[in-house]
């Protein structure tokens, strides 16, 4: 690969700003998705909710996923005092908290859509941006410690995005505290300068946006694992507030929905920053991606099978748990296989349409498998059938053990 090896470590003082910035990223995107959006499509039509909610999540996931690499690459070719990461982390938290504020004000379906979407795209840049800060800095060795507390942090985000999503009061209000976390959470990175000097790309800035799977196999099976990964995990989630109303009959599914998120980061936090630590030690990356998909598929299967309140806290605690060995070892795995040093912004871009590619087509399966396909246990199902197949496929990786 041409990936180059980081020398050079990191200090707890970058790593706490990057957990930080990354939190409030993420509370930018998990207030709406676990909270704010499912409400606000039940006021705007609540008698075509669930559809709603899945037009609204799919037409963001697709701007989502063209935005992520192409800030990817402008964060790449990025020069100045500020370094090439920083502008955007900064750049794009405002604009999300604009969306948000947005959405605030959303009556119908077409202003969710906008708001939504302007969401989608501007958080896109921070997290390309933060994502390419860790492989520009961490040294190989050192990627699943890093990878797990980037992932812890973002679990946090969607811990703290759904209470603030509550905390709120009202639909307005919640979107309105979580921009103004996103804002005030962009600070910590901004201060942590100056980034590494690195060789930037040359060429074209749309060079390279296709990566030749057959030149470069291994990032390839990574793409595929991930994504398959995420969606059996995007189509195990993306009905779950209806699901404690519909077919769990849960008499406050919104606090539900909180409390379920909360047993779930618990879990998350408990096992992310350990496996990563122990992948690093062990210098195994795809037992532990295997292992965890395995371990998530279990919790899809518990909802199938179990669709009570005790089911769901179950299968919360066990989905936190594969989901933080995941979380933390993949990035690392990933890390290992990017093509070229130069160009990490645009790869990891392009890495992360495995996480918003599945927002997009979870809809599409779900909504038809809920409405005429055998509801929520055949959802559960086929979420975790989807997980098992990527944690198979991991093994086709080959220069990463």
């Known amino acids: 690969m041409a990936e180059r090896t980081v020398e050079r470590g990191v200090s707890s003082g970058w790593t706490a700003a990057l957990v930080l910035t990354t939190v409030a990223t993420f509370v930018?995107?998990?207030?709406?998705?676990?909270?704010?959006?499912a409400k606000q499509a039940d006021l705007v039509d609540p008698?075509?909710?669930?559809?709603?909610?899945?037009?609204?999540?799919?037409?963001?996931?697709?701007?989502?996923?063209?935005?992520?690499?192409?800030?990817?690459?402008?964060?790449?070719?990025?020069?100045?005092?500020?370094?090439?990461?920083?502008?955007?982390?900064?750049?794009?938290?405002?604009?999300?908290?604009?969306?948000?504020?947005?959405?605030?004000?959303?009556?119908?379906?077409?202003?969710?859509?906008?708001?939504?979407?302007?969401?989608?795209?501007?958080?896109?840049?921070?997290?390309a941006a933060l994502s390419a800060a860790i492989p520009d800095r961490v040294p190989e060795a050192r990627r699943g410690v890093v990878g797990g507390w980037f992932g812890l942090a973002q679990t946090v985000g969607v811990m703290a995005g759904t209470g603030l999503a509550v905390a709120g009061g009202t639909i307005a209000g919640g979107y309105l505290v979580c921009a103004a976390v996103v804002v005030l959470g962009a600070i910590p990175f901004a201060l942590v300068r100056p980034e590494p000097a690195v060789e930037r790309p040359r060429g074209p800035l749309l060079r390279g946006f296709v990566i030749n799977p057959r030149r470069y196999p291994d990032f390839g099976w990574a793409w595929l694992t991930r994504f398959l990964m995420n969606l059996g995990n995007a189509i195990a989630l993306l009905y779950l507030l209806y699901f404690l109303d519909d077919a769990v009959g849960v008499a406050d599914p919104e606090g539900g929905v909180l409390v379920l998120t909360v047993l779930y980061a618990l879990a998350l936090l408990a096992t992310v920053v350990v496996a990563g630590s122990w992948s690093d030690r062990a210098g195994s990356?795809?037992?532990?991606?295997?292992?965890?998909?395995?371990?998530?598929?279990?919790?899809?299967?518990?909802?199938?099978?179990?669709?009570?309140?005790?089911?769901?806290?179950?299968?919360?605690?066990?989905?936190?748990?594969?989901?933080?060995?995941?979380?933390?070892?993949?990035?690392?795995?990933?890390?290992?296989?990017?093509?070229?040093?130069?160009?990490?912004?645009?790869?990891?871009?392009?890495?992360?349409?495995?996480?918003?590619?599945?927002?997009?087509?979870?809809?599409?399966?779900?909504?038809?498998?809920?409405?005429?396909?055998?509801?929520?246990?055949?959802?559960?199902?086929?979420?975790?059938?989807?997980?098992?197949?990527?944690a198979v496929l991991v093994f086709r990786i080959r220069s990463v053990r």
Do not use: H
């Open 28 to 37: 930018g995107w998990y207030g709406p998705l676990q909270i704010l959006l």
């Open 47 to 127: 008698a075509g909710k669930e559809t709603l909610l899945a037009t609204v999540a799919a037409v963001g996931a697709v701007c989502s996923m063209v935005a992520n690499p192409v800030w990817g690459a402008l964060s790449d070719r990025t020069t100045g005092r500020w370094g090439r990461r920083v502008p955007w982390v900064v750049g794009g938290s405002v604009a999300g908290a604009a969306g948000l504020v947005v959405l605030s004000w959303a009556t119908s379906a077409l202003g969710m859509v906008v708001g939504w979407c302007l969401v989608q795209v501007a958080l896109n840049a921070p997290l």
């Open 285 to 390: 990356r795809r037992a532990f991606v295997a292992g965890s998909g395995v371990v998530m598929a279990a919790a899809a299967v518990l909802l199938a099978v179990w669709p009570t309140w005790p089911g769901a806290v179950t299968a919360a605690l066990v989905l936190g748990v594969g989901f933080g060995a995941y979380t933390a070892v993949d990035f690392a795995l990933v890390t290992q296989v990017l093509p070229a040093a130069a160009d990490r912004g645009k790869d990891l871009g392009l890495v992360n349409i495995a996480n918003t590619l599945p927002q997009v087509l979870a809809p599409v399966i779900a909504a038809p498998v809920v409405r005429s396909y055998g509801g929520y246990p055949a959802l559960y199902a086929v979420a975790a059938g989807v997980g098992l197949l990527g």
